[in-house]
T-cell receptor
Framework: DARVTQTPRHKVTEMGQEVTMRCQPI?????VFWYRQTMMQGLELLAY????????DSGMPKDRFSAEMPDATLATLKIQPSEPRDSAVYFC????????????????FGQGTRLTVV | AQKITQTQPGMFVQEKEAVTLDCTYD???????LFWYKQPSSGEMIFLIY??????QNATEGRYSLNFQKARKSANLVISASQLGDSAMYFC??????????????FGTGTRLTIIP
């Protein structure tokens, strides 16, 4: 089964440290999303890429977060420096989303990275 | 304004009964897609079903079907013959697809479904 792979699954780090989360999207998918899930805010979009180009990162705190896709098989989300309020589950999703939202579309999530900043 | 509204924070349903989870959406884009995801206690997000705004028929995937009522802007998920393993959080999501590059998924707040034996 094709699946989105995220690493690490769990991360505990001290405040101020750099955190890097990685995602391997499904081969052939043209869109990659980064979401953050918390109890208070639910699922928030942080950034997304289409064909590796960043299209929207307005949901991301620019001073500390950065998202990149160095190649088609890897997306990264970096937090530097990390803060306790960044504690959340971070999901990567990849999708085959056709223009106009029509036709066969799918978007699959990875298992998430549970980040705890102490 | 909320783009996706799920009005049922929690539901309890007897095993083997059918379940309908409500979802309404708000968009002025004539072209969009609607998704449902299941999130069990393990935390993963499982893609269930997709409906395009121009699809003529309601989407179905096994025991899941989407009751798509375009004029009412509703996209309810129907689970037939519920099972204990259906207990989870369910999220409705929308992608407005009229403009190339606007593919982000906007999620509702979810409905927690509990199946009672």
């Amino acid at each position: 089964d094709a699946r989105v792979t995220q690493t690490p699954r769990h991360k505990v780090t001290e405040m101020g440290q750099e955190v890097t989360m990685r995602c391997q999207p499904i081969l052939g998918h043209n869109t990659v999303f980064w979401y953050r899930q918390t109890m208070m805010q639910g699922l928030e979009l942080l950034a997304y890429f289409r064909n590796r180009a960043p299209l929207d990162d307005s949901g991301m705190p620019k001073d500390r977060f950065s998202a990149e896709m160095p190649d088609a098989t890897l997306a990264t989300l970096k937090i530097q420096p990390s803060e306790p309020r960044d504690s959340a589950v971070y999901f990567c999703a990849s999708g085959l989303l056709l223009w106009g939202g029509q036709g066969e579309s799918e978007a699959f999530f990875g298992q998430g990275t549970r980040l705890t900043v102490v | 304004a909320q783009k996706i509204t799920q009005t049922q924070p929690g539901m309890f349903v007897q095993e083997k009964e059918a379940v309908t989870l409500d979802c309404t959406y708000d968009t002025s884009d004539p072209s969009y897609g609607l998704f449902w995801y299941k999130q069990p206690s393990s935390g993963e997000m499982i893609f269930l079903i997709y409906q395009g705004s121009y699809d003529q028929q309601n989407a179905t995937e096994g025991r899941y079907s989407l009751n798509f009522q375009k004029a009412r802007k509703s996209a309810n998920l129907v689970i037939s013959a519920s099972q204990l393993g259906d207990s989870a959080m369910y999220f409705c999501a929308m992608r407005e697809g009229g403009n190339f590059g606007n593919e982000k998924l906007t999620f509702g707040t979810g409905t927690r479904l509990t199946i009672i034996p």
